[in-house]
Every structure is written in structure tokens, then in C-alpha cells.
């Protein structure tokens, strides 16, 4: 091949990838990859899938999912229900598991998680039995519900009531105040340890959480 072929061959390459990455980067979209069986959309998704953004991703009991986007990972444990929105998850039900360098948040209703440290920073959510817990792993996150924010520091947890008990699976406005209820973090580190246990281990065991 000549090099004015060659030449050619990348400028074409180069017209037809770079709308491609232009297009990911505006639509934040993100890549899933599934074990057993996970539904998107409300329809069986293949082992691995795009998402974009206002996808809804349900796992069963004995499922999970990982998403990558750039500068994130999203580690969705079974029994989860959440909406993804490219900077965001809008978590229903069930437990995530966050690493990010680009300062992606979690909200449930009025509540949001987002990373208060710069650089990366890792945390987990977990929301059920009318409770939602929140544990920092890597860096500080803040808890805001709109009225109040609460930092939590790297290595502990808090937990907080539900502001939507029976949440849908596109929850809307709500409320909520960010009040301790460290007598529940026990039980809310156990259940996240459980549901996400060997691939997450690397993870945890980094920063053990300690209560608050």
C-alpha cells in the first residue's frame, strides 16, 4: 500500500470514528455488562450492552451488572432497580457500588450522593426496608436533601430514612432530611458486603467502614 493510500485509509477511519467518540461523549453513554440474566428497558439485555442515558436497569436476586462510562464504574448488585443518567443513577431499590474520577452522584428523590473529594473516589448505596445507607470508601462523599447536607467522611457510613418508602421505578420529587441513625449501619454493611461479596472484595477492603 502506498503511502497516499494509506493516508486515505486513515483519514477515513479518522472522519467515521471521530463523530462516534464526539457522540459517546456528548450522550455519556456507558457500556453494561451483565451476569445471568438482567433486564433493560423492561426487555432481556444482552451480556453486554450500551445504555444511554434515561435507561432503566433491573437485576433479579441472583444477577448484577457492571457499567463503565468514562471515568466511572457503576457495580449494580441483585435485586436492584435504577435509571441511569450519565452524570447520575437514579437508584429505586437494591445496592450500587461507585468509583469515579468525574464526580458521578447517586440520588434518591431529594437525596444526593455525590463525591466531596477530587481525584477518585468510591462509595456505596444501599436502599431498602424503608432505609437508605450511604458509606464512603475512598474519599468523602456529601448527602444533600435540598435543606441540608452532610459530610461523610472516607471509611464510615450513615444511614437515613427513606424519603419514598415504596419507590417506583422513575422516582420523582420527594423529601427527606438528613438526620444519623448509626444503630443501622451495622445491619446496612452487611447487607451491602452480602449482595456484593468476592467482586467487590478488592474494593472493601481497602477502607473498612467503621460507623457513625
Known sequence: MTDRML????????????PVATMSAETRAAM????NAVTLNGVAAANSSAVFSGDTIQTPADSAVTLTTQGSTVLVGPSSLLVYQGDALRLSSGTTMVTTENSMKTQIQKLLVTP?????????????SGKV??????????LTDGSSEKLIGE??????????PAPQASPGAGGGSVVNAGNAVAL???IAA??????L????????LSGQ
Open 7 to 18: 493516508g486515505r485509509v486513515l483519514a477515513l477511519m479518522l472522519a467515521v470514528l471521530l
Open 32 to 35: 453494561l455488562y451483565a451476569t
Open 116 to 128: 466531596a473529594s477530587e481525584g477518585r473516589s468510591s462509595y456505596r448505596v444501599v436502599r431498602g
Open 133 to 142: 445507607m450511604i458509606a464512603a470508601l475512598r474519599g468523602s462523599v456529601k
Open 155 to 164: 471509611g464510615n457510613a450513615t444511614t437515613v430514612a427513606d424519603p419514598d
Open 188 to 190: 446496612g454493611v452487611g
Open 194 to 199: 452480602g449482595v456484593l461479596v468476592g467482586f
Open 201 to 208: 472484595a478488592w474494593e472493601t477492603t481497602k477502607t473498612p
